[in-house]
């Protein structure tokens, strides 16, 4: 597999901002200027001064870009693109003849862009833009399953055996694979940037996943949920990986049901997945062989290959009790845990397990019934009683980002102890602020889930991440997440 390169996709208003855009971008071995949308455009301009090699792209609105002129104004900034020396010029394939393709075949990238799935004739159409001499041929596509990637990554691997550059993208949360892995799907060169849905920020894509060290032997790993984008889960696995000197790496995998993450990992030969919302429960099903905490469970959230097929365990209420039992006595503490989902089973079998006396509420009487008949714990009202707590664990979402200004309980109630929000975006939460002020300690969410991500490097690799790499990983990825948004 040939190393692809890193083509960074700049955009802006005006021609300064692009040009400031693209001397700062980072970790490029090319740069694809975007022309459409800018206000004031200048295409010798754009060119002028540039380190690295370019493709000049404008794209109009039917095609995700923001060009909204004619056709004969687009193809005369186009033409100017060449004239002015671009290396490549991005034009969109439409079926008929091209004369500027053919006039300027060795520096066309000839695109396609479906944003309504993987078409039946995918091989025909790339046959067909091949046939033009594009110097590079570029199908993206948008992706609704993980294993609509599986057809690209064969015809992108096909190309590149005979030769042949491409560039074959799915588009969207579920096709970020094909962006990371771009080699194993026969691609020249990735784009990275914040332009097209799925494209992932540059450093990030060569600090993060180590895009340039990935290889036909890598070990792939993943997340799978839905969505799964915003998991900071990839940050950590990957700096794990880094500090061992693993051949490996961690992604996204973003599924449309338990069934397309099963048939995509056995296609890609994926070696292991880390099993968030909402596939814990599904997944604990499709597995070979559970540990013990999994079928008390009914839900897992970790799994690897094997011979026999997929063996799973569940690090959640492990991951739960070790930062937990470092500051708090649980033994005949009693403990309300707010919640009725797979978080609120893990965090009440934890402490039922660890000798606390632990009550459940929810919204839903009948979700806190089953937790408690799955944990061994009693239901108690919603909201919690004041006075009837030591610890109080919220396992709900309530508060996490984006609705940072929610609480699950009223200020007035918290008057425990300890207060341990599962919640780890933000640090802290507005409930955590609210305890602390009340007097109460508090614990937030990325204690678990660093805890839990631990345990599972773990049994995937048979040593512990070393001292703080996970932590610092986590901390950084939320940071930079946190810029990124605000």
């Not at 975007?34 to 039917?62: F, M, N």
Request: net charge negative; hydrophobic share 40%.
């Amino acid at each position: 597999m040939s190393q692809p390169k890193v083509c960074v996709t700049v955009t802006g208003k005006t021609t300064r901002e692009l040009r400031q855009r693209r001397d700062a971008a980072v970790g490029a071995d090319l740069i694809e200027l975007r022309l459409d949308g800018i206000e004031d455009l200048d295409v010798a301009g754009a060119l002028q001064g540039r380190s690295k090699p370019a493709i000049v792209t404008c794209r109009a609105v039917r095609d995700g870009g923001n060009f909204t002129g004619s056709e004969s104004d687009r193809s005369r900034i186009l033409l100017e693109a060449f004239k002015n020396g671009s290396e490549y010029v991005d034009i969109e394939w439409t079926g008929a003849e091209d004369s500027r393709i053919t006039e300027h075949a060795p520096r066309v990238v000839l695109s396609w862009h479906e944003f309504e799935g993987c078409p039946r004739d995918l091989t025909d159409r790339y046959r067909a833009m091949r046939a033009t001499g594009a110097a590079v041929v570029k199908i993206a596509v948008g992706i609704q399953r993980l294993v609509d990637l599986l057809p690209l990554a064969a015809l992108g691997k096909r190309a590149a055996r005979e030769g042949e550059r491409a560039a074959m993208i799915g588009m969207g949360g579920p096709g970020v694979s094909s962006r990371i892995l771009a080699g194993r799907f026969g691609a020249c060169w990735t784009y990275a940037g914040s332009a097209a849905p799925g494209q992932i920020d540059a450093v990030r894509l060569v600090k993060e996943f180590r895009f340039r060290d990935i290889s036909d032997t890598t070990e792939i790993y993943g997340v799978v949920g839905n969505p799964v984008m915003h998991s900071v889960s990839p940050a950590m696995h990957n700096a794990g990986f880094t500090a061992i000197s693993r051949d490996a790496v961690y992604i996204p995998l973003e599924a449309a049901d338990v069934h397309d993450f099963f048939d995509f990992a056995e296609a890609f030969g994926i070696a292991g997945a880390s099993v968030t919302a909402p596939f814990k429960q599904e997944v604990y099903r499709g597995a070979q062989d559970v540990d013990m905490v999994g079928r008390r469970l009914g839900a897992v959230n970790t799994v690897r290959a094997t011979a026999q097929g997929w063996t799973a365990m569940n690090s959640d209420v492990g991951g739960f009790l070790e930062p937990l039992q470092e500051i708090f006595n649980l033994s005949g503490a009693r403990a309300t845990v707010i919640g009725g989902g797979g978080a609120a089973k893990a965090a009440s079998a934890a402490l039922v397990d660890a000798g606390a006396s632990v009550q459940v509420c929810a919204r839903c009487r009948d979700q806190a019934e089953e937790v408690a008949s799955v944990s061994g714990a009693t239901v108690d009202v919603f909201p919690p009683r004041p006075g009837s707590w030591d610890l109080l664990v919220n396992a709900t979402p309530i508060g996490m980002v984006p609705r940072v200004d929610e609480s699950p309980v009223s200020a007035l109630s918290l008057d425990g102890s300890l207060v341990y929000d599962l919640v780890y975006n933000p640090q802290p939460t507005l409930l955590m602020r609210e305890a602390a002020l009340r007097g109460c300690r508090t614990l937030g969410g990325l204690a678990m889930l660093v805890a839990q991500a631990k345990q599972q490097f773990e049994w995937w690799m048979g040593i512990r991440p070393p001292e703080s790499v996970f932590e610092d990983a986590a901390c950084e990825r939320l940071t930079v997440g946190a810029e990124e948004t605000s």
